[in-house]
Nanobody
Framework: QAQLIESGGGLVQAGNSLKLSCAPYVIPSSYAMGWFRRTPGKDREFVAAISGSGDRTDFADSVKGRFTISRDHADYTVYLQMNSLKPEDTAVYYC????????????????WGQGTQVTVSS
């Protein structure tokens, strides 16, 4: 069964960095992957996406210049490097995957992880 296993969440002070990992299991390496986040009372928000080959990326305006997304082509783990974190970045972060890069960007990927909590204190 296809799975996405997230890790790396935690508590961090504003201005610091955190790196999330998403390890795919039984998912083709060609699949695009991405990150979303959700805070209580708000809709799920797209954060970043990367194509299967790694040559395409996309970011939400709210994280551009602060977050980067990358993937390891040895084990296909996808990373979200989050720098200059702000309290408003506090959310549960979810990894997602789909054969279609645009589906990930649109927020309609077919595979979702369980989520990892990120809390940024002021």
């Amino acid at each position: 069964q296809a799975q996405l296993i997230e890790s790396g969440g935690g508590l961090v002070q504003a201005g610091n960095s955190l790196k999330l990992s998403c390890a795919p299991y039984v998912i083709p390496s060609s699949y695009a992957m991405g990150w979303f986040r959700r805070t209580p009372g708000k809709d799920r928000e797209f954060v970043a996406a990367i194509s299967g080959s790694g040559d395409r990326t996309d970011f939400a305006d709210s994280v551009k210049g602060r977050f980067t997304i990358s993937r390891d082509h040895a084990d296909y783990t996808v990373y979200l490097q989050m720098n200059s974190l702000k309290p408003e970045d506090t959310a549960v972060y979810y990894c997602a995957a789909d054969r279609d890069f645009e589906a990930v960007v649109r927020g309609t990927p077919i595979i979702w992880g369980q989520g990892t909590q990120v809390t940024v204190s002021s």
